[in-house]
């Protein structure tokens, strides 16, 4: 661990950032200002508002100390596809998975056509025909020629011809299809009958598979995968925040209680009771295995019609389906939910690391990163991977995250320890329990006395809330993000870097909440028409750039060692 940088080394910028995005502002308060955080905050408060996110600079002699131990510290990380993050990305393949599935299970499967000697994008076809009302308003309209146009198509009109055919041949079917199953009032789950309650049959609880692509099945290897048909089948950063989810348990169903204590508490006007001995109950109904009964009709029988979906293992008569089979389809067969998916995303669970391995695994992977994919052009800010020849920089990074996020067919799986609960694993910082002799325990800034300091709102929170009154520690390689997200309950979020390879981060003025929502939304809608809360969710990115041209401002920063809020 000798050679992770614990001192922020901020060289001075000529060059404009990536994107041309702004700084954030940077405050610098005197030994005397830095006192107080609360009303220091206060005191920036006009200013770092209008633009989301700020760096604050601690006085030179304040450093707080890094207080785990390296050597028994240990976490779980999470595996990040970085093209499944970003929002784009994941609808495109959900859909283009979606199209297939659908096309693979009829009798002709339709080929793309090729324009300009390349397949076509038929994600992007979609998306514009939709951004312009649908296939039947582009058709009557006659906007094919803006269609063609907006997807970078230059040449004769025959060409807006060609992509109006694509999209009733390939497109339009099951667009059709989606829509009938989507507006049908008890479509595939929701019209399965619920069994009567006498039937002994438990409710079971189903997770339906994620349209997204299978995950590579090691993490840190990069995979390529065509998504027009799916297949059948740094030095660790260490940072704490006091910023995080909140899951609140579900109330206690009291209902058939309550009423049990009203019958005994109020038996009526008038009750007589009936001597006649109650016949013996029926014995219960022998547990129904996956696959045996019609989720349709609840049905066991005729299982030479019974077929099985290749997503969730249910049963379905052929005769029960809609529209109904007379064959069993060739291949795999997916049922309309599975087909349809219902988008959900979240990460998969990695290895158990230490510190020093999780460093081993950024190191070499970043090297051998490097090394296949070189970077292109001069920058002098350019520095030498470890023991490597290969020299990258702050930049070069930036730029190669986005790209891998944004790409359709190179798949990269990498690691984050996020999350990393301080009461289980112990804080970064030292805490009045753990290091009592340590002046930096009580210190306001310290993360684990900022909740309770006199003017913080959270100090009348008796009950201890993740993220918010106990912080986290978050362990970061190259690559690893967090995603887009709103802080909980609106709340600042303060974050402090100990040490490690700099970290960039983006920020949004609150007063452009809601564009960026709408810019988001106008990229992925159909994510969003399948998951509303999906902002909520810390699984999506999307890139700066295009946001900000759909009219959302991103001041953003590099830091290391420093305090952001």
Known sequence: MSTVKTKAIVPPRTAPRLMDLEECPVFYPTTDEFRDPMTYIRSIHEKAVQHGIIKIVPPDDWEMPFV????????????????????????????????????????????????????????????????????????????????QRAMGYTGPSVLAAQLKGAYARIILPYEDFRARVRNDPSPNRDRRVQPPRSSGRNNRSRVFPSTAATPPSSPLTPSSSPLSEPPDDADPQISQTNGGDVKMKPPKDEGANAFSKALAQDPGPSMTFDNTPL????????PVRKGEMCELCLKGDRDTEMLLCDGCDEGFHMSCLDPPLNVVPKGTWFCHTCMFGNNDYGFDEGDEHSLTSFQQRDLQFRKSWFESHPPSGEDPARAPIGDSNVKVSEDDVEREFWRLVQSSHETVEVEYGADVHSTTHGSAMPSVESHPQDLYSRNPWNVNNLPILQDSMLRYIKSDISGMTVPWTYVGMLFSTFCWHNEDHYTYSLNYMHWGETKTWYGIPSEDAQKFEDAIKSEAPDLFEAQPDLLFQLVTLMNPDRLRKAGSPFPKHIMLGLIMV
């Not at 050597?71 to 929002?87: C, D, M, P, V, Y």
């Not at 609808?91 to 693979?104: G, I, N, P, T």
Request: hydrophobic share 30%; charged share 25%.
């Open 68 to 147: 785990c131990d390296t050597q028994t510290f240990r976490f779980k990380t999470r595996l990040q596809r970085l093209n499944s993050i970003e929002a784009s990305s994941r609808a495109k393949m959900s859909f283009l998975e979606q199209l297939y599935r659908y096309h693979d299970q009829g009798a002709n499967r339709p080929s793309v056509p090729l324009i300009n000697h390349q397949p076509l994008d038929l994600w992007l076809l979609r998306r514009e025909v939709q951004r312009r009302g649908g296939y039947d308003t582009v058709s009557r309209n006659k906007l094919w020629g803006d269609v």
């Open 279 to 286: 016949p013996n109950p029926a014995p219960p109904a022998a």
